[in-house]
């Protein structure tokens, strides 16, 4: 499984975007990146999932160079509900290895007022 | 609706006796999973089952039994549970395919004294 590094903590205000950056150098070829969003005493939700390019969905993108070495999660106008960890997970999802969904530290993004 | 049904929510125990955490999903998921999750050090994998009858060690499965004698259940088992596994457990189910998104139970706060 790819190993995945990204900033212990963030904070922002409300109502500006926020970036948030993983970095997964050794991703394989099969490999997908997944984001998820954990808020305290709860179970992570999933946010989005990529393989290349830009996904998009009703509360995120996700940016993926061309490398895929690095991915980028985008969450436009935070409010202060979106104070909470994220994670960003990288693994074979066609494979016996993405099951084992392994979750880094995570980032906690602290939205201010 | 969609769900991952944990029980039960809060457990306080004595060491050394034997108790069950239960997990059940209504997705028909093949996949499911336990973590442990303990402040500074993220969620950590216990076991996983990729089908029925099929389990694997996670990252920190001393301690833990599991079993997956039917796809909708796996409980989680503490034979002689111990101080250290004093933590807020979480079970997780996913279908394969190229969507990992996996879903989360509420959690079950075990505290061992």
């Known amino acids: 499984l790819a190993k995945t590094t990204q900033p ?13 950056t993983c970095s997964h150098n050794n991703i394989a070829t099969n490999d ?25 969905n009703e509360v995120a993108s996700l940016f993926i160079p061309a490398d895929r070495k690095s991915s980028t999660l985008s969450l436009p106008r935070v409010s202060l509900s979106d104070t909470a960890v994220y994670y960003c ?18 980032t906690q993004l602290t ?3 | 609706e969609a769900q991952v049904t944990q029980n039960p929510r809060y457990l306080i125990t004595v060491t050394g006796k034997k108790l069950t955490v239960t997990c059940s999903q209504n997705m ?18 216990i076991y996983y089952s990729m089908n029925v009858e099929v389990t694997d ?20 088992i503490l ?22 998104e996996a879903f989360f139970g509420q959690g079950t706060r075990l505290t061992v004294v």
């Not at chain 1, 212990?8 to 948030?20: C, L």
């Not at chain 2, 093949?30 to 402040?39: I, N, V």
């Not at chain 2, 060690?57 to 989680?76: A, C, H, I, M, Q």
């Not at chain 2, 034979?79 to 990992?100: D, K, R």
Request: hydrophobic letters at 25%; a positive charge.
């Open chain 1, 89 to 106: 997970l990288v693994g074979d999802t066609h494979g016996g290895s993405a099951r084992q969904l392994t979750f880094g530290s995570g």
């Open chain 1, 32 to 56: 997908y990146i997944t984001w998820y969003q954990q808020f305290p005493s709860q179970g992570p939700r999933f946010i989005i999932q990529g393989y290349k390019t830009k996904v998009t």
């Open chain 1, 111 to 113: 939205v201010l007022p």
């Open chain 2, 28 to 45: 028909n998921h093949e996949y499911m999973s336990w973590y442990r999750q303990d402040p500074g050090l993220g969620l950590r994998q």
């Open chain 2, 79 to 100: 034979e002689s549970p111990s101080p250290n596994q004093t933590s807020l457990y979480f079970c997780a189910s996913a279908s394969p395919g190229v969507n990992t």
């Open chain 1, 8 to 20: 212990i903590s963030m904070d922002s205000y409300e109502g500006q975007e926020v970036n948030i």
């Open chain 2, 57 to 76: 060690k996670g990252d920190v499965p001393e301690g833990y039994k599991v079993s997956r004698k039917e796809k909708r259940n796996f409980p989680l």
